[in-house]
């Protein structure tokens, strides 16, 4: 079970979020909406372990993430909003580079076992860098094919996916809920994942126009 308690953070003065409570368990999909700048991939970064906890505890199956580095390296999987291929290399190739630099354990014989869900294979030998956006996407997407690890966090994963290609998504991350893992997607678009639990949180943008205006001396008058 992922579990946030009163996890609140705020940046050069802004508060993004605060006092944000919630637990997921095993199996469960949570879908996080809201505005742009509400916090959504704020609030990912946090969860990876990519941002520091200012206020609040974030803990998974009781064991806290904060600084917990090997911890997340070995439970944690994140897909951001930037796809982080390599423009240079081939879709395939970008696949091989990731499973190399997974431990031993959890790589995978792409050759033999790769199981292509977002429909890699007509492109597998194409540069990224010819790639369409969504093309790029799916690439991104096909390293989740590759992790055992149990919670995803994935940022607008189906930003720049066709219909068919986010029905096939749909797909992965029910299929990785139906083996006890959990999945965070933040996301502007319904999401519709059948035969799985789902929960979803609404983030609302804080207003800062007081908070600004008191901490800038400029603004203030104090000038």
Same mark, same amino acid.
């Given at each position: 079970?992922?579990?946030?308690? /009163?996890?609140?953070?705020?940046? &050069?003065?802004?508060? =993004?979020?605060?006092?944000?409570?919630?637990?997921?368990?095993?199996?469960?999909?949570?879908? =996080?909406? !809201?505005?742009?700048?509400?916090? @959504?991939?704020?609030?990912?970064? /946090?969860?990876?372990?990519?941002?520091? =906890?200012?206020?609040?505890?974030?803990?998974?199956?009781?064991?806290?993430?904060?600084?917990?580095? $090997?911890?997340?390296?070995?439970?944690?999987?994140?897909? !951001?909003?930037?796809?982080?291929?390599?423009?240079?290399?081939?879709?395939?190739?970008?696949?091989?580079?990731?499973?190399?630099?997974? &431990?031993?354990?959890?790589?995978?014989? *792409? &050759?033999?076992?790769?199981?292509?869900?977002?429909?890699?294979?007509?492109?597998?030998?194409?540069?990224?860098? /010819?790639?369409? #956006?969504?093309?790029?996407?799916?690439?991104?997407?096909?390293?989740?094919?590759? #992790?055992? @690890? @149990?919670?995803? /966090?994935?940022?607008?994963?189906? #930003? #720049? *996916? $066709?219909?068919?290609?986010?029905?096939?998504?749909?797909?992965? =991350?029910?299929?990785?809920? *139906?083996?006890?893992?959990?999945? %965070?997607?933040?996301?502007?678009?319904?999401?519709?994942?059948?035969? %799985?639990?789902?929960?979803?949180?609404?983030?609302? @943008?804080?207003?800062?126009?007081?908070?600004?205006?008191?901490?800038?001396?400029? *603004?203030?008058?104090?000038?």
């Amino acid at each position: 079970m992922l579990k946030v308690e /009163l996890l609140s953070y705020h940046r &050069e003065g802004h508060q =993004v979020f605060s006092g944000m409570n919630f637990d997921i368990a095993a199996g469960t999909c949570l879908f =996080v909406t !809201g505005q742009n700048g509400s916090g @959504k991939t704020t609030l990912l970064r /946090l969860l990876a372990g990519f941002l520091p =906890v200012q206020e609040g505890k974030i803990t998974i199956n009781g064991t806290k993430i904060f600084k917990n580095h $090997d911890f997340i390296a070995q439970n944690i999987e994140y897909v !951001g909003h930037q796809n982080a291929t390599k423009k240079q290399l081939t879709a395939w190739d970008n696949l091989k580079f990731w499973n190399n630099i997974c &431990e031993a354990h959890d790589r995978v014989d *792409l &050759e033999k076992k790769f199981n292509d869900t977002m429909l890699i294979n007509d492109i597998k030998n194409k540069p990224i860098s /010819l790639c369409s #956006s969504g093309e790029k996407r799916r690439v991104a997407l096909s390293r989740l094919h590759m #992790s055992n @690890k @149990k919670l995803w /966090l994935l940022d607008e994963p189906t #930003s #720049s *996916l $066709d219909k068919e290609a986010s029905y096939n998504f749909g797909m992965l =991350v029910k299929n990785h809920c *139906l083996r006890d893992g959990i999945a %965070i997607i933040t996301t502007h678009n319904a999401l519709k994942i059948p035969d %799985i639990s789902s929960t979803s949180i609404e983030m609302k @943008k804080i207003s800062n126009t007081q908070s600004e205006t008191n901490a800038d001396p400029f *603004l203030s008058g104090d000038w």
